[in-house]
């Protein structure tokens, strides 16, 4: 695929300087590699906040998680998030869980532009079964309780402005260029200030 960033279409970009760009979805959807991707053609600053969340605590999410539980975790993401959002310009890529309270939902509106990746629950499950850094899988059922999760999740995550669909072949190429396209077609609604 051509890069849709090129020539007249760079134009619409223009206006998004002062917005943020912020990935939300289920966890293994593709937000830091597609946040990446962005920032690379962008030439705009990435933040994963849930590495934001692990530098600032020098301690790993799981660890996290065991110590001081999910509701500690959640509200130091809500720090990290209006943190990253304050500095503008900026592509962030979010936690899962970040997009369904409704105050982060209120800072990223106020302050970018909100683009749920949306996977199949087949592409999600193939990406996260095998790693142990996702606190909320460790229990006995684990895809079941990614299925409920996203259950769950769904009709809070498409309050996002964008929704892109991605699939187990999608490349991160393909995705950005889709996420760049679609942003472009939000041009009048983010030149204006919110």
């Known amino acids: 695929m051509r890069n849709v960033v090129a020539g007249k279409k760079f134009e619409a970009f223009e206006g998004l300087m002062r917005r943020n760009i912020v990935?939300?979805?289920?966890?293994?959807?593709?937000?830091?590699?597609?946040?990446?991707e962005l920032s690379r053609r962008l030439g705009r600053p990435f933040w994963d906040t849930d590495a934001e969340i692990e530098r600032a605590a020098a301690m790993t999410i799981p660890e996290i998680f065991s110590r001081d539980g999910e509701a500690f975790f959640r509200a130091r993401e809500s720090e990290v998030l209006s943190r990253v959002l304050a500095s503008g310009d900026s592509i962030v890529s979010t936690g899962g869980g970040a997009w369904t309270r409704e105050s982060n939902r209120e800072r990223v509106t106020r302050n970018g532009i909100s683009v749920w990746l949306d996977c199949d629950i087949d592409t999600l499950w193939?990406?996260?079964?095998?790693?142990p850094t996702r606190p909320l899988l460790?229990?006995?059922e684990p895809r079941q309780t990614?299925?409920?999760?996203?259950?769950?999740?769904?009709p809070v995550y498409?309050?996002?402005?964008?929704?892109i669909?991605?699939?187990?072949?999608?490349?991160?190429?393909q995705t950005t260029d889709q996420v760049i396209a679609a942003i472009e077609t939000l041009k009048p609604m983010i030149l204006e200030p919110k």
């Open 138 to 140: 460790q229990t006995a």
């Open 126 to 131: 193939h990406r996260v079964r095998a790693r």
């Open 165 to 173: 669909e991605t699939n187990m072949g999608d490349t991160v190429e």
């Open 146 to 154: 990614l299925e409920r999760l996203m259950a769950e999740r769904r």
């Open 158 to 163: 498409a309050l996002a402005d964008i929704h």
């Open 23 to 36: 990935l939300v979805g289920m966890m293994g959807a593709g937000k830091t590699a597609i946040g990446a």
